[in-house]
């Protein structure tokens, strides 16, 4: 099958076309046809040496944790996906191939009918970014009605999931983004939407009950800086791995509750969003959707900070 690999981990240009055999469906997979793939922060960190890139089991290795495309194979006769269904998904990359291919097997619990409101391309943005603010609003931080919840890097693509998530809850969303974003965030259900380039966080949203920090504490301090922000007995949850190593002392000299979070391929979470976004309630922005032969621009556009919402690469024409 034709993918987009990496022979070794480097700069963006390491990024190339190749023919890669077919992967193989055991056990409990699916194996599913891609026509669209997101890329995520993740991608870019791994191919560069860092993220999960120590677990890279051999090269030329195939990056992209999430896609959407048409079943191929199933387990066995009665599965409740079949051949020819529409699904999205993500997998355990780099445990198993990723989506930056043709083709991909994933278990059966990472993959489920994508949204009939959606392009394949705009459900190829959803999985990762959506499951990884799912899981740090819902099921860490457990938002709710009247709290109060400040989320950075609020137009990205999990922030833009993150602050939906939390406004459908009920909470006071503020957020923090450019200038240029900021009337895209609002309508997103942010009530307070802070510029960062022009204000300091801290000084003007104070006594949070949440903070989900999708930047970490390499950028400006934007941890430490935000246990200013949140109340005692508060709670920051820190999404960007091996960002803060000492995250949990210093919030907890501040009277503060800290976590990290990571992402889980989960279908049946990814079944509420799904009707979540079929509902109305939550909708996708895909900033870009570039051919497959493109993906080092994209690592690119990744790498430089400012994309709102999703990129996708374009893998295969929607099928008829």
């Known amino acids: 099958m034709r993918a987009l690999v990496i022979d070794q ?12 055999p077919d992967p193989r469906r055991v056990s409990d997979e ?6 669209a793939a997101g890329v995520n922060p993740i991608d870019a960190k791994t191919r560069a040496g860092r993220g999960v890139a120590g677990a890279i089991p051999a090269y030329p290795a195939v990056l992209g944790g ?25 997998g355990r990359v780099p445990r198993v191939g990723g989506s930056y291919a043709e083709l991909i097997s994933v278990s059966s619990m990472s993959v489920t009918r994508m949204p009939v409101s959606l392009s ?13 603010a799912w899981g740090a609003v819902v099921d860490t931080a457990r938002v709710h009605d009247g709290q109060r919840v400040l989320i950075h890097a609020a137009a990205g693509g999990v922030g833009h999931f993150a602050v939906q998530f939390a406004a459908y809850f009920g ?13 895209f965030v609002r309508e997103l259900g942010a009530r307070r939407v802070i510029d960062y380039t022009t204000e300091r966080f801290e000084e003007v949203a104070t006594d949070q009950d949440v903070v989900i920090d999708l930047i970490g504490n390499v950028t400006d301090a934007t941890g430490t800086r935000s246990l200013d922000a949140l109340r005692p007995g508060g709670l ?23 976590t990290g979070y990571s992402v889980a391929p ?6 509420v969003i799904t009707r979540l976004i079929d509902d109305g309630a939550v909708r996708v922005h895909v900033e870009q959707e570039l051919p497959l032969e493109q993906g080092a621009e994209a690592h690119r556009l990744i790498e430089a900070g400012h994309v709102r919402g999703k990129l996708v690469l374009r893998v295969m024409p929607d099928p008829a």
């Open 9 to 20: 981990t480097g700069g963006a240009d390491e990024l190339h076309l190749a023919e890669v």
């Open 30 to 35: 699916v194996l599913v046809r891609i026509v």
């Open 66 to 90: 999430d896609f959407a495309g048409v079943v191929e194979a199933v387990p066995y006769t009665a599965h409740p996906l079949q051949p020819g269904d529409r699904v999205y998904g993500m």
């Open 120 to 132: 394949f391309a705009e459900a190829a943005a959803v999985p990762l970014a959506a499951l990884t």
């Open 171 to 183: 909470a006071i969303v503020t957020a923090t983004a450019s200038g240029r974003n900021a009337d």
């Open 236 to 258: 920051i949850v820190t999404v960007p791995t091996g960002s803060w190593p000492t995250m949990a002392e210093e919030a907890a000299a501040r009277g503060i509750r800290s």
């Open 266 to 271: 989960d279908a049946r979470t990814l079944s």
